[in-house]
């Protein structure tokens, strides 16, 4: 490709929408092109790396045996409302009628295409299994898309479906794609790690994120560096500490003025955050088949701990979560910055279960300026649900062996799930076994967005110059660049290099060596050749890795021998990051 000719430029300044280095760099150098908020175009350079990084997915979904096949974007309502999703989801989903005045759906995933179809293909056990996959155009009307392509409405996602007729079917299939997934980002050169997850919206019985850890990552996990646990903050357990019994002493009504925040109560009175309990008012929106309903939660963890909204939505079954207003506490008959779960009316109780094996807790008296000594569960107020609520926390004990979480940031760039009968049993979706029993038909979900893939690379792969894009999904394998007086020789160079099959960008611009050099820099193609009238004084050509501050000049007579082997070295070198990795269950 001459550059000459190329439907995109370089950008000299720093573009005042980039938020991190990847948006920045992959805007300066031509990649992207944004044309709203969440909403991009992708440049051919843009273009070329993410057909290649989709070739790599397809050829880690052929291994274990999948099929390509394209499901529509747009989509009936009416297969979103068998499954409920239709009333589940919020805002996010991209609903339209079309002219005949039908409920339309913008597709964010593909469960109940692939349940319909299971409906009209599949009859019989043998069958199965089977794994269909595509890659495909998904909106997802994010309130706050940011950072380039870390966060946007529209994306390109592979997602494959899995089809089993029993449990341990799925089983391989999830640990094939587990393995298939590190594949896939491996060889893009974007270190991972999968962690289990929140099955959200999805549903289902498991799921993992596969996690590029970056500072500038909008999920937070927890990590485990003795024993390897590892989960999404969502969803991350730890040990909680096991208080002293203690005999429960009578409730005493105590004086507190202004003192409104955990923080405020345990100086004034003396005591650890840990001797009180902290109470948070939300409203939840609650389906209940076709209708929702909105729920005050009075949600209740101890106040040297914060509240998990996401345990507490999945533990209310919550489609959304909002905080209450003042309002709508004091109409509950609780008072806020002073409130109790005691005696209050029309709410929805749910305590950490923390609470009950701690005694004598301060809590609010539902009165302005005055708190509650020594409450306790079961004896002066009652709980609708008991369950683990607590967030999860940097130096909070592993679950599984006691030594200090520690939080990281991080990028999903995939997910699997395990949907199990999930999307089959609301669409009817059956097979007959060998016995010929009706059975529904068991499924995995399993998604990646290349956008965000190609964002997470460049994230990791940059200079203060520019992007240095791993060999696999460079747009280009070389740029070659032509300076004045070496055009002749330069060009003689191209036609050699795109005849043995390389991958050539040239720079046959009338610039400036400065400019072509920071040009190259910027785009940032694995090697660099540079003709000039300087090396052909020396019958040769300069070559430069981009990750190298080295260059050398070789016999203009063996480039593409020369370059062939500097290209298979960067191959294997990715090659080797590929690797079996334990499944984590």
Not at 471 to 479: D, F, K, L, N, S
Request: hydrophobic fraction near 40%.
């Amino acid at each position: 490709m001459r550059m000459s000719k190329l439907f995109s430029q370089t950008l000299r300044d720093r573009p005042s929408e980039a938020e991190i280095a990847s948006h920045e760099l992959l805007l300066r150098a031509g990649f992207i092109r944004q044309l709203a908020a969440g909403i991009f175009t992708y440049m051919p350079f843009a273009k070329r790396s993410l057909t290649k990084i989709e070739n790599i997915m397809r050829e880690e979904m052929s291994a274990i045996g999948g099929q390509e096949i394209s499901m529509p974007v747009v989509h009936p309502a009416d297969i979103w409302k068998k499954t409920n999703r239709w009333y589940q989801i919020g805002s996010e989903m991209g609903r339209f009628k079309d002219k005949a005045g039908r409920d339309m759906v913008l597709a964010m995933t593909h469960e109940e295409v692939v349940a319909d179809l299971v409906c009209k293909e599949i009859h019989s056990y043998r069958q199965l299994p089977m794994l269909i996959y595509h890659i495909q155009t998904k909106w997802r009307d994010d309130p706050r898309p940011r950072a380039g392509l870390i966060r946007v409405r529209e994306f390109t996602m592979k997602d494959s479906y899995s089809l089993d007729a029993d449990m341990e079917g799925l089983d391989l299939q999830y640990r094939a794609h587990y393995q298939a997934y590190f594949n896939i980002f491996h060889r893009c050169g974007v270190p991972v790690i999968a962690v289990k997850s929140d099955v959200g919206m999805m549903g289902g019985s498991l799921a993992h994120e596969f996690m590029y850890l970056t500072p500038v990552g909008e999920d937070t996990l927890l990590i485990c560096a003795d024993c390897g646990y590892a989960a999404n903050r969502h969803i991350a357990r730890f040990q909680k500490p096991n208080p002293d019994k203690e005999d429960l002493l009578p409730v005493e009504k105590i004086e507190t003025p202004e003192m409104t925040t955990i923080e405020e109560l345990a100086d004034f009175l003396g005591v650890p955050k840990s001797r009180t309990a902290k109470a948070v008012f939300m409203i939840a929106t609650i389906p209940e088949g076709t209708e929702e309903q909105e729920k005050f939660v009075f949600a209740i963890v101890r106040g040297d701990m914060n509240l998990n909204e996401i345990k507490l939505a999945n533990t209310v079954k919550a489609k959304e979560l909002r905080p209450a207003t003042d309002e709508e506490i004091r109409a509950v008959g609780a008072v806020p910055g002073y409130a109790s779960p005691i005696a209050v009316k029309d709410t929805l109780v749910v305590v950490d279960d923390l609470i009950p094996v701690s005694p004598n807790l301060v809590a609010g008296a539902n009165e302005e300026g005055y708190h509650l000594k020594n409450v306790n569960i079961g004896r002066d107020f009652e709980a609708d649900i008991i369950a683990d609520i607590t967030l999860a926390e940097d130096g909070f004990a592993c679950p599984q062996c006691g030594e200090k979480l520690h939080a990281s940031r991080g990028v999903e760039v995939g997910n699997i799930f395990k949907l199990g009968t999930r999307y089959s049993k609301d669409t009817d979706s059956t097979f007959l076994d060998q016995d010929g029993e009706t059975q529904y038909v068991i499924m995995g979900s399993y998604g990646i967005g290349s956008g965000r893939l190609l964002a997470s690379a460049a994230e990791e792969y940059n200079d203060e110059n520019g992007l240095i894009l791993p060999i696999t999904i460079a747009p280009y394998e070389v740029h070659l660049l032509s300076l004045k007086g070496a055009e002749e020789a330069a060009q003689g160079v191209y036609e050699e290099l795109m005849n043995a099959g390389v991958e050539v960008l040239y720079d046959d611009r009338e610039e400036s060596p400065g400019v072509k050099f920071a040009d190259a820099d910027l785009i940032g193609l694995p090697l660099r050749l540079t003709v000039s009238k300087r090396s052909l004084k020396e019958n040769s050509v300069e070559t430069k890795r981009r990750d190298s501050e080295q260059a050398e000049l070789i016999p203009i007579t063996e480039t593409v021998q020369r370059v062939q082997t500097l290209l298979t070295d960067l191959h294997n070198e990715i090659q080797d990051l590929v690797v079996e990795v334990p499944f984590d269950d």
